[in-house]
């Protein structure tokens, strides 16, 4: 009802990087976060709860209950059901409704107008994964996170207003780090030219980084003060998860891990796992870096709002890449293939896909 | 111009349980809120002005000035006449313009183009009423209220964040209380087998339980401490009252009747009359009511509120009866028929529909 | 996705008093404020970045780079260019991209991909000016502010929630000061008959007010204690400035100058300039005007406000003029036809429409 503005902003086509790949697990909840209280998540835009029975099984059902559309986040666990808060129907992970509060006539569990849509649930490596589909049974387990013996680990949950495909451009991204990130890890002064080698796989991308100077960045410097060589990879994984490994030298390795959900088509959730061992101890290593990540990641949420505001504003996309956008354009190509049921049949260890790119660092 | 996220819950249809009943009075305003001061309030998602004049007359506009379309509720009542606050045009109760300051030329106070829509208005019960219609004048007078010499009366208003029928459906629903309001009303654990006669009239509806023990919980104990007869009636008069009348024996005997007014589609104002005598004395029953009823409606306002989210999350109501809905049904096929202006020409006495319904409480 | 309410109040035709005329100069910011940091503007729906290089030169580009399409008003300026805040690409006040770090390929300014779009900008007056359009030229300099040696000056910047039509219309109207304003300028009591003579010329409008005698408000009396002759022109130049002129006696003489600036359809900045001078001298009544100029436009802007959110939600504006609407209509019309493209060819002096109208002050 109310007027809209007539905007005149110059014409831009109604694209977005969005992609929507059902048929993958997605990290829904941090597992301890999950514990005698129903959790309301949103995944792909559809919102689920999830519970843990009694006996800790996990469940994710959609979050409406069938009787009067009240949320089921709403209500409680009672042994290995979900009881809705309103008229107290009682659904098991499977979402059949149990029990009818009141109802003298006979339950049908199996009567599908009476059961709460169920996704598949698991629990792996410290988180609640949901599958995307309803339609198709997951075809593997969820994705595994590396085990680094010895290493010291770090979490963290982001918020990134942005498409996954956006966040995950962003967290795979060098150039950017001398510009946004600059000083803390990049300087913009430019001196270096260095390959770059991109792969595509049918499942994967990755980008490997040769010649690579040590960073003359402060944190750089104070984890190898002697230099020594680079070894860095930035690795994608379909649908959503972005990895970047780092060398400095024999001593300094850091992995950082980071699963994607998305939430809507212009929010993901980011769960990011860091491992690093280092010529300094972990545990003391650890409180110092904290400040730095908090940083690093703050600023890329609020680039990638930026960016969500400017495409919503403007009605939708216009980018332009250059040869500088390593992953972007491989990833896009990946998710959107993926996202219309074409998934190149090559098996996982052949090059689909090679170029070599020069650029200054 | 913003781009919509592409949501993918599963598909629900955009039916609502939202019915439109025009030609009927609705309260617009306790009438002691009504004061000199011009009231911008909403009914069926038409934005009006109330106004009271020198001599007490309510009168309802459109509350947008025909002159610049500024709203009528930011002016002043003077005299018989309500002022804009813009330019000063001045209009009677009946929405003709009987100033306009400056202005040299004859005033026609009939021409239409410079006239406020005008709704016909009356103050009664300590409401002032509305006719929802400018088309169809009113056919009776607004609801009667039950005078009830001796009771103790205690007034309330809701705003209820669901459309009218949900409202109205909640307020009359017996199997929630055990769930929503556990403990404070009835319990959840159902030993008793009853029944009810739903019955169906051409202008209202009401159910009879037939063998209802005295409520185990806290309150009922509290009221009727020896137990005895329960004589429990819910009813629906057309197309906006809720009234829910019990008897515990000889002594204790409660009337809450609610008038409802469809402010818009999704938001529902609930003007409450609630009327009882206990054996004790209702001065001093009374403040210890009332944490206990303000605790019921905000816990139904709580989870109306959830229902609507989640049906407009949806983009429509999916809702599974069962036999336990009892008024619910009955009350939608009146409103409906009345918005389609299809009214049963049964006398008021004639029972329409009738059924027996078996239930634990 | 979400269910919009049914809403029905009558029916109202969806035209809004909106025309848009970008073939002019418009106020984007007061020149002070445009410092080292690059500032983001809106001009007739469009999001624009306004940025002074080291030199002093303004640039005005659309605030969005076309790398990543996040916003340029969230980078820096670094010399004569404007710099990405995301990957550093750089632009100079015509939109050229000049460099984009890391890149070892050639680089051409000219291509247009990477080309941001750009608008004539200049400095004038002490503000800063930018082209409404980018398809044509400008044509002539920004209006001239008057230049009044001698007068004190001071300057006022609002924010009005409404269409420029609408803004400017309350800025050169007569009969609403009385109401809205009402005590502080013009009283409600309208004893006087006097003439206003409306002319429109090819790119302006005016109103002349014969025979006003001296306001008999508080401001009025103690700027002209003995009365005098009123002279007192509305004056509207094609197709945001509004100015009201006013001489009181000899002494007196007030010119309130507003160029106005359509953000959004629905929401104009109003850059005045208010030049006069009294018996009293400049500096000693400025302090006190403050306060009255202060309400004055808080006053307008909230009325605008109004009217703004009641057409927004009717779906439209029905407005009824009357004789006493003088300059509204003439000013519409000179919008309209520009907006169409439709331009009297009459020279400026050229009488287009004159009348006489009675009213009651």
């Given at each position: 009802m109310p007027l809209e503005d007539r905007l005149t902003p110059p014409s831009t086509k109604p694209h977005t990087s969005v992609a929507r790949v059902p048929n993958a697990w997605y990290?829904?909840?941090?597992?301890?976060?999950?514990?005698r209280k129903p959790l309301p998540v949103t995944i792909l835009g559809t919102p689920l709860v999830l519970f843990r029975t009694a006996r800790g099984t996990p469940g994710a059902l959609?979050?409406?209950?069938?009787?009067?559309?009240?949320?089921?986040?709403a209500g409680k666990v009672e042994g290995e059901r979900l009881v809705c808060g309103?008229?107290?129907w009682a659904f098991d992970t499977d979402g059949r409704c149990q029990h009818i509060p009141g109802l003298v006539s006979q339950l049908d569990p199996d009567d599908r107008a009476r059961r709460a849509p169920s996704w598949p649930a698991v629990e792996q490596d410290g988180f609640i994964w949901v599958w995307g589909s309803r339609d198709i049974a997951p075809t593997s387990p969820p994705f595994r996170f590396p085990e680094l013996p010895g290493y010291t680990e770090t979490r963290r949950t982001v918020k990134a207003p942005g498409t996954m495909h956006a966040t995950i451009e962003n967290a795979l991204d060098v150039p950017h780090t001398s510009f946004l990130h600059g000083g803390l890890f990049r300087t913009a002064q430019k001196k270096n030219r260095i390959t770059a080698v991109v792969r595509r796989y049918s499942d994967r991308a990755e980008c490997e980084y040769i010649g690579e100077p040590r960073p003359t960045g402060l944190v750089a410097r104070l984890l190898s003060p002697s230099g020594g060589v680079v070894t860095h990879f930035d690795r994608f994984f379909m649908p959503s998860i972005a990895q970047v490994e780092y060398r400095l030298g024999d001593d300094t390795h850091f992995v950082v891990t980071s699963a994607c959900t998305p939430v809507t088509d212009f929010e993901t959730l980011l769960f990011a796992l860091v491992q690093f061992r280092t010529r300094l101890p972990g545990p003391l290593l650890k409180p110092l870096l904290e400040p730095f990540a908090s940083r690093i990641f703050a600023q890329d949420a609020m680039m990638l709002g930026l960016q969500t505001d400017t495409i919503q504003r403007f009605g939708g996309e216009q980018f332009e890449s250059t040869e500088?956008?390593?992953?972007g354009p491989q990833i896009w190509r990946l998710m959107k293939d993926a996202e219309r049921g074409?998934?190149?049949?090559?098996?996982?260890?052949?090059?689909l896909y090679e170029k070599q790119i020069e650029l200054l660092t």
């Open positions: 990290v829904a909840a941090i597992a301890s976060d999950l514990g959609l979050d409406r209950c069938p009787h009067r559309n009240v949320p089921l986040s309103y008229h107290g500088l956008d390593l992953l074409h998934v190149e049949s090559a098996d996982s260890a052949t090059v």
